[in-house]
C-alpha cells in the first residue's frame, strides 16, 4: 500500500470546464458537493432558468452536473453548451454592426443618439437569430428528432435558411461579415420589398429595408417556433461564461449590453418552450453576479433584474456559520482526499475517519476548520486553489495538513486569490484603476475606518481621480470580497460571501481586509485590532464635560468614571467642586449613591493619584 501525502492528492482544476475536458467526467463527479438548499430539480423541471454566483462559486461545475443528471434520466437528450466568451473581438463587432442597423429601422442615428440606440432591439435580434440558429443546428445534430417534422417545422426551417451565409463545421456559431436575405417565390411577401437575393455587408452601410427584412424574418421565425411540436427527447441548451472586461469604455458597455439583451432573449425562449407546452426544453444561463452589478451600475438595465429574480437559483455555499468539517465548503476538502484513498490505495474513509487522519485539530490556537474557512470567500474554487498551494509548498511530502502546512500554503494562495479579485474588479474598473486601489492597502493595515482611507489619500494618493468616490469603491471592495466589516462593540463580522450584501457605513463598524489576502498586500497582522484601539482612542481633556458614574464615596470626595466610548477613566470630584448648600460633607452618599451618573467637568490631570479632578459647577 502507497503511502499518500499531500502531494499525491486528486486536485482537479480551477474551471471545471478543463477539468472535465482534461481529467474525465467520472472524476469530476466523484469529487462533486451540490450546494446546501440548491434545488437541481428547480433548474431541469421547474421554471428557474438562470444560475447566479460569483466568480469561482461553481456555476460552470453546476452545469455539468445538471447535463449528466439530464443524460441519466434520460440517454437520449440532447445537451449542448454555448460559451459567451467563444465569441471573439471579431465576432462582437458583427454583433454590433447588424444591431446598429436594425437599430436604425426605429430611426435613431446611433452615432448622434447612443443613450437612446441602447433601449432598442438590435442585440435581442441578434440573439434570437443566433440561438434559432443553435436550436435548428442541435436538432440536426439529433437526427432531426427533437421536433415533429411537419409543416411548421418546415416552415421554421426555411424561414432561418433565407438567412443565408458560409456555416463552418465548428461546435460554435460562426458569425459572418456578409449574409444573404434569399427571397423565394414561396415567400411572396417579401418579394414586394426585396430582390431575389440581397448581400448584407456589415462593414457598409446597407438600405434599411434590407435589416428591416432581417428582423422581419426573426419575428416570424419565433412566432412558427410557438405553433411548432416537440418530440419528448429533452432538450437543454447551456450558456456559460458571460465575460466584460471594462478595458475600453465603449468595448465594455457594448458586451454589457449583449450579456444585458441575451438574458431578455433566454427568458423569452423559455416563455416560449413553457407555452407552447415543450417538456424538458430550455434554456439554462449562468451569470456572474459582479456582471449584473456592473450592469445594474454602468448601463440601462431594462429591469432585469425582475427577470433574474424571478427565475434564478443563487449559488450560495454559506448557509450557516458553522465551522465544523460538515461545512460544504470543508465537504469539497474531505471528497478529494476520500477520492485519492479510494483510487490509489483503495480505502473507503468516511468524513471523520478523513478527518482525523488528514488534519491536525488546531492551527495557529484556531480550531483547523474555522482556520481554513477564515481563509476563503466560501467558493469552491479557494479549496482547489489551496490544494494545488500545498502541493507546491515546502512541506508537500507532510502526510497531514498541519501547522506547518497551512503557514507555508497560504503565500501561494494569498498571492492566487488576489489575482481572482482582480479579475473581478476587471468588471468594474480600468487596469490602471485597480492598480491604484490596491496600492492604498498595500503594506497598511487590515482595519481601518473611512476617515483613515480618506486621510491617507489626501496624504500619498494626492493625484488619485478615485479619491472622490471612497464610498463607491469601499461598496465595490465589499461586495467582491476584498474586505468584511467588524463592529467595535461586539467583534462581529460582515462578510457579503456570508449573506451580508451591503457594507455598514456607522461609527460602530471598521473596515477589514479579508484574511486570505493578508500575505499578498503585505499587510503585517500582529496585534492589529490592538493598535486600531490605541490609535483611535479618544483622550480625556481638560475643561470639557463628560458623563460619569459615581463608584465610591470616601471622606470629602466622589470617585467617579468618565464613559468615554466604552472606555474607563478614573476620576474624582472634592466636596469643593459640589455646589454650595447642596450637601454635607458628611452625608454625600445620600445625595450621590453608587451608580449615579452625573456630568462633569475636567479641571485637570492629577500625576500623583493617575486620576483626573472634576467639578460638578458647570
Known amino acids: 500500500m502507497k503511502e499518500l501525502n499531500i502531494k499525491n492528492l486528486y486536485t482537479g482544476k480551477p474551471d471545471a470546464k478543463d477539468e472535465v475536458d482534461f481529467d474525465s467526467y467520472d472524476k469530476f463527479a466523484s469529487c462533486f458537493v451540490m450546494p446546501p438548499n440548491f434545488d437541481a430539480n428547480q433548474l431541469i423541471y421547474g421554471d428557474r432558468c438562470f444560475i447566479r454566483g460569483y466568480k469561482g462559486t461553481g456555476k460552470t461545475a453546476l452545469l455539468y452536473y445538471l447535463e449528466n443528471e439530464i443524460k441519466e434520466n434520460d440517454p437520449v437528450s440532447i445537451v449542448s453548451f454555448l460559451y459567451f466568451k467563444d465569441f471573439d473581438t471579431s465576432d462582437k463587432c458583427k454583433f454590433e454592426n447588424i444591431a446598429n442597423k436594425i437599430n436604425k429601422v426605429y430611426g435613431i442615428d446611433v452615432s448622434i443618439a447612443q443613450d437612446v440606440a441602447?433601449?432598442?432591439?438590435?442585440?435581442?435580434?441578434?440573439?434570437?437569430?443566433?440561438?434559432?440558429?443553435?436550436?435548428?443546428?442541435?436538432?440536426?445534430?439529433?437526427?432531426?428528432?427533437?421536433?415533429?417534422?411537419?409543416?411548421?417545422?418546415?416552415?421554421?426551417?426555411?424561414?432561418?435558411?433565407?438567412?443565408?451565409?458560409?456555416?463552418?463545421?465548428?461546435?460554435?456559431?460562426?458569425?459572418p461579415s456578409e449574409f444573404t436575405l434569399s427571397c423565394s417565390t414561396e415567400f411572396a411577401p417579401y418579394s414586394t420589398l426585396l430582390k431575389p437575393e440581397i448581400k448584407l455587408k456589415l462593414t457598409t452601410k446597407e438600405n434599411s429595408k434590407a435589416f428591416e427584412m432581417f428582423k422581419r424574418i426573426i419575428d416570424e421565425a419565433m412566432e412558427t417556433l410557438e405553433?411548432?411540436?416537440?418530440?419528448?427527447?429533452?432538450?437543454?441548451?447551456?450558456?456559460?461564461?458571460?465575460?466584460?472586461?471594462?478595458?475600453?469604455?465603449?468595448?465594455?458597455?457594448?458586451?454589457?449590453?449583449?450579456?444585458?439583451?441575451?438574458?431578455?432573449?433566454?427568458?423569452?425562449?423559455?416563455?416560449?418552450?413553457?407555452?407552447?407546452?415543450?417538456?424538458?426544453?430550455?434554456?439554462?444561463c449562468s451569470i456572474r453576479t459582479e456582471i449584473l452589478n456592473s450592469i445594474y451600475r454602468f448601463i440601462p438595465s431594462r429591469e432585469i433584474n425582475k427577470i433574474t429574480n424571478g427565475f434564478e437559483c443563487p449559488l450560495i455555499w454559506n448557509y450557516s456559520n458553522s465551522t465544523s468539517y460538515k461545512h460544504p465548503i470543508f465537504q469539497i476538502l474531505l471528497k478529494r482526499i476520500q477520492f485519492s484513498e479510494c483510487e490509489i490505495n483503495g480505502n473507503e474513509l468516511n468524513d471523520d475517519e478523513v478527518f482525523k487522519k488528514w488534519f491536525v485539530p488546531v492551527v495557529n490556537n484556531i480550531p483547523v476548520t474555522e482556520f481554513f474557512l477564515n481563509q476563503t470567500w466560501s467558493k469552491p474554487r479557494d479549496v482547489i486553489r489551496f490544494l494545488t498551494s500545498a502541493q507546491h509548498c515546502l512541506h508537500s511530502n507532510s502526510t497531514q495538513f498541519n501547522q506547518a502546512v497551512f503557514n507555508s500554503a497560504m503565500?501561494?494562495?494569498?498571492?492566487?486569490?488576489?489575482?481572482?479579485?482582480?479579475?473581478?474588479?476587471?468588471?468594474?474598473?480600468?487596469?490602471?484603476?485597480?492598480?491604484?486601489?490596491?496600492c492604498w492597502l498595500?503594506?497598511?493595515?487590515?482595519?481601518?475606518?473611512q476617515e483613515e482611507l480618506e486621510h491617507r489619500l489626501k496624504i500619498n494618493f494626492k493625484t488619485s481621480a478615485l479619491k472622490n468616490d471612497v464610498i463607491q469603491v469601499l461598496s465595490n471592495l465589499y461586495r467582491i470580497g476584498l474586505i468584511g466589516c467588524k463592529s467595535k462593540d461586539t467583534g462581529e463580522f460582515l462578510w457579503q460571501h456570508r449573506g451580508n450584501d451591503i457594507p455598514a457605513f456607522s461609527?460602530?463598524?471598521?473596515?477589514?481586509?479579508?484574511?486570505?489576502?493578508?500575505?499578498?498586500?503585505?499587510?503585517?497582522?500582529?496585534?492589529?485590532?490592538?493598535?486600531?484601539?490605541?490609535?483611535?482612542?479618544?483622550?480625556?481633556?481638560?475643561n470639557k464635560i463628560y458623563e460619569v458614574t459615581v463608584m465610591k464615596v470616601v471622606p470629602g470626595f466622589l470617585i467617579v468614571n468618565i464613559d468615554l466610548d466604552n472606555k474607563k477613566f478614573k476620576a474624582s470630584i472634592h466636596v469643593s467642586e459640589i455646589e454650595e448648600g447642596a450637601v454635607y460633607i458628611d452625608n454625600i452618599q445620600d445625595y450621590y449613591p453608587i451608580g449615579t451618573m452625573l456630568n462633569a467637568k475636567t479641571l485637570y490631570y492629577d500625576n500623583n493619584h493617575k486620576s483626573w479632578q472634576m467639578t460638578l459647577k458647570l
Request: glycine share 2%.
Open 442 to 449: 498595500n503594506g497598511w493595515q487590515t482595519i481601518f475606518t
Open 118 to 175: 441602447i433601449q432598442t432591439d438590435g442585440y435581442i435580434y441578434v440573439w434570437k437569430w443566433l440561438l434559432l440558429e443553435q436550436l435548428i443546428n442541435d436538432n440536426t445534430r439529433a437526427n432531426d428528432n427533437l421536433f415533429i417534422q411537419d409543416e411548421r417545422f418546415i416552415h421554421l426551417k426555411k424561414l432561418m435558411n433565407l438567412i443565408q451565409y458560409e456555416r463552418l463545421t465548428k461546435r460554435r456559431l460562426a458569425i
Open 507 to 542: 461609527n460602530e463598524w471598521l473596515f477589514y481586509v479579508h484574511r486570505g489576502l493578508f500575505k499578498s498586500l503585505a499587510i503585517n497582522t500582529k496585534s492589529n485590532y490592538r493598535k486600531f484601539l490605541l490609535r483611535n482612542e479618544k483622550k480625556v481633556e481638560p
Open 227 to 284: 405553433t411548432c411540436s416537440r418530440t419528448d427527447i429533452p432538450y437543454y441548451l447551456m450558456i456559460d461564461e458571460l465575460e466584460a472586461y471594462y478595458a475600453e469604455e465603449n468595448v465594455f458597455k457594448r458586451d454589457l449590453l449583449l450579456i444585458r439583451d441575451l438574458i431578455i432573449a433566454v427568458k423569452e425562449f423559455n416563455k416560449i418552450y413553457r407555452h407552447s407546452n415543450f417538456k424538458k426544453t430550455k434554456i439554462i
Open 411 to 438: 503565500e501561494e494562495f494569498s498571492s492566487e486569490s488576489l489575482k481572482e479579485i482582480r479579475e473581478e474588479l476587471n468588471a468594474i474598473y480600468k487596469s490602471d484603476e485597480i492598480d491604484e486601489i490596491l
